[in-house]
């Protein structure tokens, strides 16, 4: 009987493998290996999402079954190519795009498919890349439209995000229509952080941003891990990303691609070559 995908028998001398079986074979075998790898590691975390299919349109998906979890005090970041899903995946965990399959677990609990606004108050913040700021109001009415669930909190958390951005305490009546596009960002950060979030997802804080300003805001989310904020950072500046992050996934086409510390992918030939080379600063 001949197995298909092989010719001859293994004493053969025209035995031949079938390269694209066995290649896909060994895809099989890597992502047997990579999911059981996540599911060990991601066991005990704080927030963990598993099989995440999910899309915008109907019968179209743009996650295909990715994987992603996050420690208490970790920084995660995830880059990859545009289009890749990095933000449809923060996106599907804050429960803004639909997840046809898969879960997202807070601390053991369930908030797969939550509104935004139930898991602000479980202890999840979301910035989006733009318009992420009520242009309109001042600074401190931005941070208070942050805390609108717990409006009695104000004082308290005030104090705590002016620590980390106390030119947001110096000009707290300026309108945020009038401020740069990096000031903006802060005060994004800042009204997300307003709730106490044990984890904070943000969507490409650096884009369009001046290199120094890129510079301030990767030194502000830095900031923020260390107050005991776990952070999930999408980010297109991916070498800038991996030098601050605790661990990294490199996403493809809605697949995780390659996950490992942010050191150890910054120097992986294999992410250099079809990832680095094309994505982000060369600073």
């Known amino acids: 009987m001949t197995t298909p995908g092989l010719q001859g028998g293994l004493d053969d001398p025209g035995f031949v493998v079938d390269s694209k079986a066995a290649e896909a074979d060994a895809q099989v075998r890597g992502d047997v290996a990579d999911r059981d790898a996540h599911l060990s590691?991601?066991?005990?975390?704080?927030?963990?999402?598993?099989?995440?299919?999910?899309?915008?349109?109907?019968?179209?998906?743009?996650?295909?079954?990715?994987?992603?979890?996050?420690n208490d005090g970790e920084l995660v970041g995830?880059?990859?190519?545009?289009?890749?899903?990095?933000?449809?995946?923060?996106?599907?965990?804050?429960?803004?795009?639909?997840?046809?399959?898969?879960?997202?677990?807070?601390?053991?609990?369930?908030?797969?498919?939550?509104?935004?606004?139930?898991?602000?108050?479980?202890?999840v913040g979301f910035v989006p890349q733009t318009e992420n700021v009520f242009p309109g109001l001042t600074i401190e009415e931005n941070l208070e439209m942050g805390l609108f669930q717990a409006?009695?909190?104000?004082?308290?958390?005030?104090?705590?995000?002016?620590?980390?951005?106390?030119?947001?305490?110096?000009?707290?009546?300026?309108?945020?229509?009038?401020?740069?596009?990096?000031?903006r960002q802060m005060v994004a950060m800042g009204r997300a952080l307003m709730m106490e979030p044990s984890v904070l997802l943000l969507d490409e804080p650096s884009a369009g941003l001046s290199p120094a300003l890129q510079d301030e805001v990767f030194l502000r989310v830095r900031q923020i891990n260390k107050t005991g904020v776990s952070v999930v950072m999408v980010e297109q500046n991916?070498?800038?990303?991996?030098?601050?992050?605790?661990?990294?996934?490199?996403?493809?086409?809605?697949?995780?691609?390659?996950?490992?510390?942010?050191?150890?992918?910054?120097?992986?030939?294999?992410?250099?070559?079809?990832?680095?080379?094309?994505?982000?600063s060369s600073r």
């Open 151 to 183: 409006p009695k909190r104000f004082a308290e958390r005030f104090e705590f995000v002016a620590g980390l951005f106390p030119a947001l305490a110096q000009r707290r009546k300026q309108r945020a229509g009038s401020l740069s596009g990096g000031e």
């Open 41 to 70: 590691a991601a066991e005990g975390a704080l927030l963990r999402a598993d099989e995440i299919v999910a899309g915008y349109v109907p019968g179209v998906n743009i996650l295909n079954g990715c994987d992603l979890y996050v």
């Open 78 to 123: 995830i880059i990859g190519p545009n289009g890749a899903g990095k933000s449809t995946l923060l996106k599907a965990v804050f429960g803004l795009v639909t997840i046809r399959s898969g879960s997202v677990v807070l601390r053991g609990n369930p908030i797969t498919g939550l509104k935004a606004h139930t898991l602000v108050r479980q202890g």
């Open 238 to 280: 991916a070498r800038r990303c991996l030098q601050i992050c605790d661990r990294g996934y490199v996403l493809d086409q809605g697949r995780n691609a390659y996950t490992a510390s942010g050191a150890d992918l910054a120097h992986d030939p294999k992410v250099i070559e079809l990832y680095l080379g094309t994505l982000g």
